[in-house]
């Protein structure tokens, strides 16, 4: 017989305030910062922060928060994945006021066992003060960052074929001679077919004077009702 009810849902959530890699003038990990995840895909809420990071003058920030609410309310099983890094200074050229990664993903038990995964928006998600060399560069995120209106909309299925609100529009990097690339607002699958997101709001290729690969504000979220079925 097809199973018809679900027993319980699997929570998996993960959030990061930096991550990376200096290698020149010489190599040094930088570690996770902030590396959070759930639990044994349970519920619970985690949260972690940090103050006044500095690595002489090649990084520094202020303050650095992650955090995962995943909490049953009812039918509904939601999360919430934030990574948030304040006062944020990279080699004396790259400063940023606030970088937010927040991931919000919604499963209604009711719509299984036709559905299993949640659906998930980045809305909320936010870089301010962005400036390189002391020039504020003008950003471009994708519409679903900025669609809170819509987003009760979104999580009953009324936009599901609106491909702007999915993963995948990724805006053109910044490349900034004698210095690096920087990445931004990457919201990418992981897996499609299971639906799986990763959103990492910066991302720094650098050369020059510092060369190092660093990650800012990244999360990822899923989740499944279980049994699993084949849709």
Known sequence: ????????????AQAVALGGSIRKPHFLELG????????????????????GFALGEDIRYE??????EAVER????????IARIEGLRIG??????????????????????GRCRPRILPTGSTIHDLRIDGNLQ????????????????FMRGEFDEDETLQPGRIPEPIHVP???????AEWTWVYPDQHEQRL??????????????????????????????AN
């Open 138 to 153: 003008e950003l471009h995120l994708p519409p679903a960052f900025n669609v809170e209106e819509k987003r009760e909309a």
């Open 92 to 113: 004396g050229r790259l400063s940023v006021g606030e970088v937010t990664c927040r991931l919000h993903s919604l499963y209604d038990s009711r719509t299984y066992p």
């Open 74 to 81: 009812g039918t509904l099983h939601e999360t919430t994945v």
């Open 1 to 12: 017989m097809p199973q018809t009810k679900m027993e319980k849902y699997l929570y998996n």
């Open 178 to 184: 004698g210095f690096g690339t920087i990445f931004y």
């Open 63 to 68: 303050f650095a928060r992650t955090s995962i």
């Open 32 to 51: 996770d910062h902030l590396a959070i995840s759930t639990y044994a895909h349970s519920a619970g809420v985690s949260e972690a922060t940090h103050r």
């Open 200 to 229: 990492t709001m910066l991302r720094l290729a650098l050369g020059s004077d510092l060369g190092a690969q660093i990650v800012v504000a990244g999360g990822g979220t899923d989740g499944t009702g279980w049994p699993p079925t």
